[in-house]
């Protein structure tokens, strides 16, 4: 196992498309490993995505069973070919990431995700999510496809806000479609 | 010790003013650090580290009389890279009237909340205004002792939320 370099900005492979895994086999595995090494070794993060460490195939880990107050969560995740199939809500979060350092901003994701992926054996995997955990696997898919937070950063005064800032007991849950 | 200078504008908005200004900067070798600008009422404001040699104010006066701008330049000791992570968010919203700012920001100081980020608006219309603020920083009490040390302010028809902010990396 190996802790690997993780691209950071201005890189210009950040930006680049990656590839379906095809075969699942020790490589890989190993692989997998030394990205989870890789996302353990940093600041706290809770997701990693091969193409920051210069891999260009579509491999996420997740673990959202770290934050410091408890959100709900799958626990720690490998998700191979990940694609989300449907999103549901919208909700405003700080994020940052590996690759940006000293920078965090506020970015729209889906409140709710539903998504097939692979594990690390190619089995077939079905995953709701919500919140936090939805939140960071659309960031790590994201990296899947070139993108990155600060491609989708929005400004703070983001009119989502004072949308919210009108429903009556609205709490940062609060979907802002009624309005 | 370094050479960051902090530069005020203000005057009233117009396109072209952030081009102009930060064009004749770098024409003579200034350098930008950190910037907010914002538009309140009408008006262009904006404050930005600039770092370089000599004094820019002969340029700046010159722009600023183009512009109709004032300026105001101070020496500043503080640098870059020196971000602080916000790990709570405090949404405000009532009618409006006079020390609202006040009570929310002084129940806050006093529970050790400092403040990182803070915009507020004038929302409703003339006739009823509501007064809408959006506060993000840091404080090491929790949610629930900043929600206790904002409580009396709910029966003065005060909305204050609070929530933890819980920032992804990734």
Redesign the interface.
Known sequence: MAVLEILTIPDARLKQVSEPVEVYDDALRAFIADLEETRRAGPAAVGIAAPQVGHFQRIVIVDCSITRKPVPNHGHLVLVNPEIADWDGFELGREGCLSVPDYTGTVIRAERIKLHARDLWGNRLELAMEGFEARALQHEVDHLDGTLFIDRVVSRRTDLFRRKVYQPEGGPQESPRRT | MNDWKMLTLVGEDRPGIVARVTDALYRQGWTLGEASMMRLGTNFTIMMMISGEGDPQPLLASIAEEMGLRIHLDPITGGL?H?L??NI?V???GADRAGIVAQVTGALARAGFNIL?L?S?V?GSTERPVY?M?V?GYAQATVEDLEAAVSGLKEQGV?V?I????????
């Open positions: 890279h971000h992570v916000p968010r949404r405000v919203a980020e915009d608006d929302a809408i959006n993000e909305d939320g929530c933890a902010i819980e920032t992804l990396i990734g």
